[in-house]
């Protein structure tokens, strides 16, 4: 059974830092490329953060770089995001996103997601 668990979520000050994690089980870890996404209420889900199946490769969206840091344990099947200099715009649900694709097929696996709310 897939599993993506998503953890680290809460409340933060502006300027402050929280670490996410997602615990994932049930597939080959290694052979996937993960994301982390967000949604802020009223808006469309968003991709935040990428990273390669070997953790070689990286990219942000242009709102978080430079603040935020995608990385990867593969001996551990866990992904963390490391987000610092929290702005109330960083508002939103994160979830993380497993994806492994070549020609013909996909496999797409989400968490359930967690929240972070930054305010005063």
């Known amino acids: 059974q897939v599993q993506l668990v998503e953890s680290g979520g809460g409340l933060v000050q502006p300027g402050g830092s929280l670490r996410l994690s997602c615990a994932a089980s049930g597939f080959t870890f290694s052979r996937y490329a993960m994301s982390w996404y967000r949604q802020a209420p009223g808006k469309e889900r968003e991709l935040v953060a990428a990273i390669t199946s070997t953790g070689g490769s990286t990219n942000y969206a242009d709102s978080v770089k430079g603040r935020f840091t995608i990385s990867r344990d593969n001996a551990k099947n866990t992904v963390y995001l490391q987000m610092n200099s929290l702005k109330p715009e960083d508002t939103a649900v994160y979830y993380c996103?497993?994806?492994?694709?070549?020609?013909?097929?996909?496999?797409?696996?989400w968490g359930q997601g967690t929240q972070v709310t930054v305010s005063s």
């Open positions: 996103n497993a994806i492994r694709q070549k020609i013909g097929w996909k496999y797409d696996y």
